[in-house]
């Protein structure tokens, strides 16, 4: 009878160890505020942010479930991680590229944004050292359509700047940041003239699409056409020409361009060079 209790016992216990296991207990659920990733490259410079989004859930949250006038990690779980590839301009004052972490200060009014140097925090009681912020900024917040779960995301970006906005509940915080595109632009331009044609016209492109200036454009277009004729940079230079008003030499340029890429394997411009040609005819 005791060796039966034994048994039972051990049978007892086996099946205690069984179901109080990680595997068994901790079944995969949803989050209350799931982790999200967002990114965009803005010119040349990647910029990316890392948060938890936590849900109204019919709660007050602006004075309430996040107090106004104290420091929030902006997001659920962890304090919110951005990084920049590069270095940056965030709300009119500049940073260097790496990863930081994102607080805020909620008031009625105007937030206080900070950048904090220890990027990867919780972001809550001691773990946050005001010592280690590298800067804080003051942004105006505006009325926005109801959105239930806290979302960063960016808006009219160009290649020279962009609005990372966060939105949620009624609220929409607006934080503009500007990037140094045309300055690294030049500096990639400069670092990867190697002598050969295409290289000589995509930086003649550059200037002509972006930086419109060109007479830099004409001399990098000639370097190119000096080591090889193609109909590629034939139709950049007319481009050129047209845009500095020369359209007989322009005219000329992109005929001739026509007639080579006729015979090429890519000509993707054809449709533009075609309609240069009506056009341009009519201003000579």
């Not at 910029?47 to 006038?69: C, F, H, M, Q, T």
């Amino acid at each position: 009878m005791f060796s039966v209790r034994l048994a039972c016992a051990a049978a007892f216990c086996g099946s205690v160890s069984l179901l109080s296991s990680p595997a068994m207990s901790q079944p995969e659920l949803p989050r209350p505020s799931p982790a999200a990733k967002v990114s965009q490259v803005i010119g040349l410079t990647e910029v990316s942010v890392e948060y938890s989004s936590p849900a109204v859930k019919n709660r007050k949250i602006w004075g309430g479930l996040v107090p106004y006038d104290q420091i929030w990690r902006t997001g659920a779980n962890q304090a919110t991680k951005i990084s920049f590839s590069k270095d940056v301009v965030f709300a009119g004052k500049p940073v260097p590229a790496g990863s930081y972490a994102l607080f805020t200060i909620p008031t009625k009014g105007a937030w206080t944004v900070v950048l904090n140097k220890k990027a990867d925090q919780a972001g809550t009681g001691r773990d946050y050292k005001a010592d280690l912020d590298l800067l804080r900024v003051q942004v105006q917040t505006k009325a926005a359509p109801f959105r239930e779960r806290m979302t960063f995301l960016f808006a009219d970006f160009t290649d020279d700047e962009v609005s990372l906005n966060l939105e949620w509940e009624r609220l929409r915080l607006s934080i503009p940041i500007q990037v140094h595109t045309a300055e690294q632009a030049l500096a990639n331009i400069a670092a990867s003239i190697d002598g050969t044609w295409r290289t000589y016209a995509f930086a003649a492109r550059y200037m002509l699409e972006t930086k419109k200036d060109y007479n830099t454009g004409l001399k990098y277009i000639d370097q190119s056409l000096a080591l090889k004729e193609d109909w590629l940079n034939l139709w950049i230079k007319a481009s050129l020409l047209a845009a500095k008003g020369n359209y007989k030499d322009a005219h000329a340029l992109a005929e001739k361009a026509y007639q080579l890429g006729q015979k090429a394997e890519f000509f993707f411009f054809e449709a533009d060079v075609k309609k240069a040609l009506s056009e341009w005819k009519k201003k000579l």
